[in-house]
């Protein structure tokens, strides 16, 4: 499967704990994207990447919020001090010169 | 900042009824419009899309979608929907930026 790929599928942590996800976009695209999807809503945009560097990051992501792609590759979020409210599912989506965007699966965060 | 409606949260139809599903966005230049589907379990996956061209575009599965700029719409239709298109879906915009600005979503249940 040539497809977007997240890792974990599904990640439950206690509040105050740090938690990393990772995204492998699909192998020729060079823009990378993260969103955050709660219950009800559509996805919200965090932050994007056009090969190793981050070009756009929303207010939503706060300090506890980092994202890397160190070799343009794939890419990693990590969430530092987990809150409640940062229980959702966080979205990886790629794109190559097309505009249209692919999404994997998503990782399905529950802060306890 | 774009903004994104949707204006059915819910919508139920029998088998063979015909279907339209409206979305409407705020930005005023251009913009590339998309429709993503996600059905029970999967991932956010792309129905159709609208760069230029014929507002009339054609999708997967026997869906399409009208761009009616002076109205800033992008409604998605289908003449006859079937029990598998039970789903949500979301329509999304991409304006001048790099994001994707996605509505609520649509949950729609086909019963047999």
């Known amino acids: 499967d040539t497809g977007v790929s997240q890792d974990p599928r599904h990640k439950i942590t206690k509040r105050g704990q740090n938690v990393t996800f990772r995204c492998d976009p699909i192998s020729e695209h060079n823009r990378l994207y993260w969103y955050r999807q709660t219950l009800g809503q559509g996805p919200e945009f965090l932050t994007y990447?056009?090969?190793?560097?981050?070009?756009?990051k929303s207010r939503l992501l706060s300090d506890r919020f980092s994202a890397e792609r160190p070799k343009g590759s794939f890419s990693t979020l990590e969430i530092q001090r987990t809150e409640q409210g940062d229980s959702a599912m966080y979205l990886c989506?790629?794109?190559?010169?097309?505009?249209?965007?692919?999404f994997g699966p998503g990782t399905r965060l529950t802060v306890t | 900042a774009q903004s994104v409606s949707q204006h059915n949260h819910h919508v139920i139809l029998s088998e063979a009824a015909s279907l339209e599903l409206g979305c409407n966005y705020s930005y005023g230049g251009t913009v590339n419009l998309f429709w993503y589907v996600q059905y029970p379990g999967q991932h956010l996956q792309l129905l159709l899309k609208y760069f230029s061209g014929d507002p009339l575009v054609k999708g997967i599965k026997g869906f399409e979608a009208e761009f009616i700029k002076s109205k800033f719409s992008f409604n998605l239709r289908k003449p006859s929907v079937q029990w598998s298109d039970t789903a949500e879906y979301f329509c999304a915009v991409k304006d001048a930026g790099n994001m994707l600005t996605f509505g609520g979503g649509t949950r729609l249940m086909v019963k047999p």
């Open positions: 989506a790629s794109r190559g010169i097309s505009p249209e965007q692919y």
């Open positions: 990447f056009q090969n190793e560097a981050q070009l756009e």
